[in-house]
């Protein structure tokens, strides 16, 4: 039973590794939005934050992390099931995409009203 479950969160693991190489290797958003989260990340490590200001920030780049690599499922299940123009295909990815605009705005809201405080003392 242990050994069981234990082999299936290594099977998970190494599969969600897979799967982060490959949306790396073939999304670019994805590297462009690890490359944010990176310096928004150093940023709320290096500035003078409280704990529960980094609390916030670091969490929503991980957020927009998963929110990229759902939009990334999304869109390959699409283009899986077919490549031609259709109008709920057009609706499902534009879904996915403002999923990802919508983790990444939290992030920047978060980000304004951190700098507003530190600027303000
Ligand atoms: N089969 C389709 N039918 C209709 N519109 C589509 C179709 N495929 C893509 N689109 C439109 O083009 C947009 C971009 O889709 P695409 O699959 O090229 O994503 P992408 O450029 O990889 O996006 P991202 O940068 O978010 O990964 C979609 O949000 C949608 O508006």
């Known amino acids: 039973m242990i050994a069981r479950e234990w082999r299936r969160f290594v099977n998970r693991c190494v599969w969600s590794w897979a799967g982060w ?5 073939h999304e670019p958003s994805l590297v462009f939005w690890t490359v944010i989260v990176a310096l928004s990340s150093l940023a ?3 500035l003078p934050l409280s704990a529960t200001e980094r ?6 780049g991980v957020l927009v992390l998963a929110m990229e690599l759902i939009n990334t499922a999304v869109e390959r299940v699409v283009d899986l099931i077919s490549r031609d123009h259709h109008d709920l295909a057009r609706r499902a990815k534009d879904a996915g995409s ?9 992030g920047g809201v978060g980000w304004v009203v951190i700098l507003a405080r530190l600027v303000g003392g």
């Open 98 to 106: 403002a999923a990802v605009a919508l983790a990444a705005i939290a």
């Open 21 to 25: 190489r490959d949306a790396w290797t």
């Open 44 to 46: 709320a490590l290096l």
């Open 55 to 60: 609390l916030v920030i670091l969490p929503l």
